[in-house]
C-alpha cells in the first residue's frame, strides 16, 4: 500500500508466493493477547527456545487461536518457501521446530533433506522406522523423559514420525515426501495447534482417530473452519489436497 503505479505492481510481483489467509503476524515487540489483539510485552518470559513439540503438549495449554494461527503461519510459510524451489520439506513435524519466547517465533532446526521436484511433486530418500531427530540443547533436550512438565517427550516423539507420515508414505515403504505429504502434515499441525488434551492416553486416541480424519466434537464446535480446513488437507487422495500456492484462495 502506498507505493504508486508500476513500482508499486512491482514490489506487489516481488513478494514470495506463501500463505497468508490469517492476515499479518503480530509485529516484533507485540504478543498475542487472549483477547485476539496484540499487547507490548513487558519483559521476556525466562528460559529459552522449546521445542514447538514440548510447546504444544504443556500441561493445561490453552488454545488461543491467534497464537495458535501465528505459529501454523509461520511453518506453513516455511514450507511454502520450499516448495517455491521445488523442495519437498518432508520433516515439517513439530519435533523439527523450536518456538522463542515471549512472541512464539517459530525456527526450523533441522535441515531439510528434500529433493528437487520437477512438476508437482518432489522425493526424497525417508527411513520411516528412524528415530525421530535429536535436538539441541536449546532446543528442549529431547532425549529427556519430561513428564512433570508435560507428556513424557520420549513417548511422544516415537509415536509422532507415525502421526506425520501421509497415508502414502506409509502404503510405499520405498516412496518419500512430497508436495502433497507435506500438506498432509500441515493438517496434523493444524489439529495438534486447535487440541489440547489432559492425559497423553487422551491425545493418542484422538491421534489415531485423526488417521481417519475423525475429529474430536469439542473441535468441530468451537473451531469448525479450522476444522474443516484440516480434513481438506488430510484428505487420503494427495491429488485433493490444496496446493500451497492456492491455500489462501481456499481457506479464505
Known amino acids: 500500500d502506498g507505493v504508486p503505479g508500476a513500482a508499486g505492481a512491482a514490489a506487489r510481483r516481488s513478494e514470495p508466493d506463501v500463505i497468508r489467509p490469517w492476515g499479518r503476524a503480530p509485529r ?16 521476556e518470559e525466562e528460559g529459552g527456545e522449546v521445542s514447538l513439540r514440548e510447546w504444544l503438549d504443556r500441561p493445561a495449554r490453552a488454545v488461543e487461536a ?28 513439530p519435533s523439527c521446530f523450536v518456538v522463542s519466547p515471549p512472541f512464539a517465533r517459530v525456527a526450523f532446526i ?16 525417508a527411513d520411516h522406522d528412524a528415530e525421530p531427530p535429536r535436538q539441541g540443547d536449546g532446543a528442549g533436550r529431547a532425549g529427556e523423559d519430561r513428564s512433570e512438565k508435560g507428556f513424557p517427550l520420549k513417548s511422544v516423539l516415537a509415536m509422532e514420525l507415525n502421526w506425520y507420515t501421509s497415508p502414502e508414505e506409509a502404503d510405499d515403504s520405498g516412496g518419500g515426501a512430497t508436495f502433497a505429504s507435506d500438506v498432509y502434515r500441515l493438517g496434523v499441525l493444524l489439529f495438534e495447534l486447535f487440541c489440547s488434551f489432559e492425559t497423553l492416553e487422551e491425545k493418542m486416541r484422538a491421534m489415531a482417530n485423526l488417521r481417519y480424519r475423525v475429529l474430536p466434537p469439542q473441535l468441530l464446535l468451537k473451531w469448525p473452519k479450522e476444522a474443516s480446513f484440516c480434513q481438506l488437507m488430510m484428505h487420503p487422495v494427495p491429488d485433493t489436497r490444496p496446493k500451497m500456492r492456492f491455500m489462501s484462495v481456499i481457506y479464505i
Open 28 to 43: 516484533a515487540g507485540m504478543e498475542v493477547s487472549r483477547g485476539g489483539g496484540a499487547r507490548r510485552g513487558e519483559e
Open 66 to 93: 491467534p497464537e495458535c494461527l501465528h505459529v501454523f503461519r509461520q511453518v506453513a510459510e516455511a514450507v511454502a518457501d520450499a516448495h517455491a524451489q521445488g523442495v519437498a520439506v518432508g520433516s515439517a513435524r
Open 110 to 125: 533441522e535441515s531439510a533433506s528434500g529433493s528437487d521436484a520437477s512438476g508437482s511433486d518432489a522425493s526424497e530418500d
